[in-house]
């Protein structure tokens, strides 16, 4: 059986550390610039080097993006920017730019070279082009159908790895080439600015009537056209691994800590469980489906993987996400009184009962004992995100722990 890896996003350095304690075999993360997330937080070269680090001292892979599509004048600041990665040594390059890949055959060649889903990677012919210019992997189009990608892995030497996006947010175009953020607001979705109109509400207007909105409704349902639903393949491990992918893909670069907690730990077990046995797969399903809905998301979806998906897989009266779980923080240190340091990230009060999720798949409930700030005075209550206080858990979370409130 195919033992695929699983990929999980990291927008900063303590997300890829919730990353590599909840299960994934691989992160990718983005620098300052040149990748697609121009939006997230991001890493600075200090922090790629700890985050490297810190997953290479747990066994895990790192991957860095470098996937805009390059103008003229970016290549000087690409080549100074594979420069320092080269340094650094991530485990891989994620690349859509056949000049930036050039660049960095050239300049790192010691580092893989994956071929981003910007290319546009729709069949083996492709692959095998990129495989005969020295790419490893190449992340499969997002409009692929299991049997097409199963097609390429019959195509393409075996030790060409595929990659294909298995869960989170669906772009409205092939493989995310989109130019509608750069029309409306000149801010290029190829450069990593993305500012997501497709989640924006539509009308159509008549060139004869300005001012005159008329309502786009199918069935009533709403407005928003281009509005797609979030991949979810957690019920369908098997034909993924049967269709000869290598790596599940996650996305969400721009996601909390508690959304990559729930997704990397669901996926992990699962993944798991179906390669221990599949009758256990199969009996854990209930664990799975209740895990993934616990972290945000616009209703699930399976994409284009089953063929061409009809309105099914648009959302049309609303551009929100479901959210069940607010997220309160990551648990640091414990001191030697029992309580334990956290940069809080939502409200909650002393009382309060919340829950502390655990890589090993518990969720451990606890009344908040009580809430100190930095110089030991006590709250009662967490009001301001971000700030740095000592928490009393009753002595049952251990560092890195993610703590969430019930919304259900």
């Known amino acids: 059986m195919r033992h695929p890896e699983l990929l999980i996003p990291a927008s900063s350095l303590e997300v890829l550390q919730t990353a590599v304690r909840f299960g994934a075999d691989a992160v990718y993360i983005g ?10 937080k991001n890493f600075s070269m200090e922090e790629m080097a700890e985050g490297i680090a810190f997953a290479h001292g747990h066994g895990v892979k790192v991957y860095v993006t470098v996937n805009i599509l390059a103008h003229n004048g970016d290549l000087g600041g690409v080549r100074r920017y594979l420069e320092e990665l080269g340094e650094l040594n991530p485990d891989a390059l994620i690349i859509a730019d056949p000049g930036v890949f050039l660049l960095a055959k050239e300049i790192c060649p010691q580092i893989e070279r994956h071929i981003s889903t910007q290319a546009n990677n729709t069949n083996y012919e ?8 020295g ?10 159908s299991l049997e097409e990608i199963r097609q390429i892995r019959a195509h393409i030497p075996p ?20 130019l509608l953020s750069n029309y409306f607001t000149g801010r290029d979705a190829n450069q990593g600015a993305c500012t997501h109109p497709c989640r924006w509400k539509y009308a159509v207007v008549e060139e004869t009537r300005p001012g005159e909105y ?20 957690i019920e369908h491990i098997p034909d993924l691994i ?12 721009m996601k909390t800590a508690l959304y990559v907690a729930t997704v990397a730990r669901t996926y992990r077990r699962a993944l798991d469980d179906y390669q221990a046995d599949p009758a256990r797969y199969e009996a854990h399903m209930d664990w799975y489906r209740d895990q993934i809905s616990s972290g945000t998301y616009r209703r699930f979806t399976t994409g284009f993987f089953y ?7 648009q959302i049309y009266d609303s551009n929100t996400y479901i959210k069940e779980y607010t997220y309160l923080g990551i648990v640091g240190g414990c001191r030697a009184d029992g309580l334990y340091e956290l940069e809080q990230r939502n409200k909650f009060s002393v009382g309060e009962t919340i829950e502390i999720m655990k890589p090993d798949g518990r969720d451990v409930t606890v009344t908040v004992g ?18 740095k206080l000592w928490v009393d858990l009753a002595g049952q979370a251990e560092r890195g722990d993610i703590l969430r409130r019930s919304e259900r």
């Open 242 to 253: 049967a269709a000869g992918i290598d790596s599940l893909k996650v996305e969400g670069r």
């Open 370 to 387: 009580g809430i100190f700030d930095a110089d030991g005075s006590p709250m009662e209550s967490a009001p301001h995100p971000k700030q």
């Open 214 to 233: 008329l309502p786009v409704e199918e069935n009533e349902r709403g407005t928003y056209i281009f509005n797609s639903k979030d991949l979810c393949m």
């Open 31 to 40: 620098g300052e610039a040149y990748g697609l997330r121009a939006k997230a």
């Open 135 to 144: 790419a490893k992997r190449a992340v499969s189009a997002r409009e692929l």
């Open 307 to 313: 063929g061409k998906p009809g309105a099914e897989a």
């Open 159 to 178: 030790q060409m790895e595929i990659e294909s996006f298995v869960h989170g947010a669906m772009c409205i175009s092939y493989s995310g080439r989109c």
């Open 126 to 133: 492709t692959y095998r082009f990129w495989w005969e210019l």
